[in-house]
């Protein structure tokens, strides 16, 4: 079993940077892949990045490559999401998910999610 607690969310203008951190329980998580999803108001969860349990692979989503870095501290039991960039479109709840899989993309493949944090990006 893991827990996911997310922080880092707020308000920031558009061009502003934010960092996302999730803390995850448990002496396991460096086995896990991590992930960052998104959900905007009416809109569908979709996903923002995944990291391999090595750190060694990243893999995101076309609307944030180059704006986002996602990273993991496995010593820390953290996982990060670094935000520069930001626009408005960016604006939703983030989540953050675990799992113990090799998939990355696949929002139906993680087991364990986080309660989400509030990200607002003003124009």
């Known amino acids: 079993q893991v827990q996911l607690v997310e922080s880092g969310g707020g308000l920031v203008q558009a061009g502003g940077s934010l960092r996302l951190s999730c803390a995850a329980s448990?002496?396991?998580?460096?086995?896990?892949?991590m992930g960052w999803f998104r959900q905007a108001p009416g809109k569908e969860r979709e996903f923002v990045a995944a990291i391999s349990w090595s750190g060694i692979s990243t893999y995101y989503a076309d609307s944030v490559e180059g704006r986002f870095t996602i990273s993991r501290d496995n010593a820390k039991n953290t996982v990060y999401l670094q935000m520069n960039s930001l626009k408005p479109e960016d604006t939703a709840v983030y989540y953050c998910?675990?799992?113990?899989?090799?998939?990355?993309?696949?929002?139906?493949?993680?087991?364990?999610w986080g309660q989400g944090t509030q990200v607002t990006v003003s124009s």
């Open positions: 998910a675990a799992h113990g899989g090799s998939y990355y993309y696949d929002i139906y493949e993680y087991d364990y």
């Open positions: 448990g002496r396991t998580f460096s086995s896990y892949v």
